[in-house]
């Protein structure tokens, strides 16, 4: 979150800023693979990302969020959409202690039930596909 947070604020995605702060923030190697995964993931897919954040937002646009919430649901969301070994209870609970331990005091609940809405969608696609098969 930390580094898509300033990488937000700078209005910078460029791959010399990623790895600046994976070795600013002395990631080891393990965690560094899943931190590339992640920040590459949610750059690579964030108009999707944004779009459906912003569909589960309640007419809240994506620039008018706070950047600590944004971020977090950018993560969560990019869980949720790719990373099928997270389940998407963890990456929603995780994604909501953050925002309430970073954000507002409103951040846990808007960011739940963003995700929420998310996590719903997805599952009804799921679902579909399967019984397509």
């Not at 944004?50 to 969560?76: P, Y």
């Amino acid at each position: 979150m930390q580094a898509l947070f300033c990488m937000d604020m700078l209005k910078n995605e460029s791959d010399e800023l990623m790895e600046g702060l994976s070795e600013m923030l002395k990631l080891a190697p393990d965690i560094r693979r899943f931190y590339m995964t992640l920040i590459k993931g949610v750059i690579e897919n964030k108009t999707q990302i944004d779009q459906l954040i912003e569909q589960f937002s309640s007419n809240w646009k994506i620039s008018r969020m706070g950047c600590v919430d944004r971020n977090i649901l950018r993560i969560a969301a990019y869980e949720i959409l790719y990373c099928h070994d997270i389940p998407p209870k963890v990456s929603i609970n995780e994604a909501v202690d953050i925002g309430k331990l970073y954000g507002t005091e409103e951040s846990g609940s808007f960011i739940n039930g963003i995700l929420d809405g998310i996590y719903r969608q997805q599952a009804s696609k799921n679902k579909k596909n399967e019984q397509s098969d």
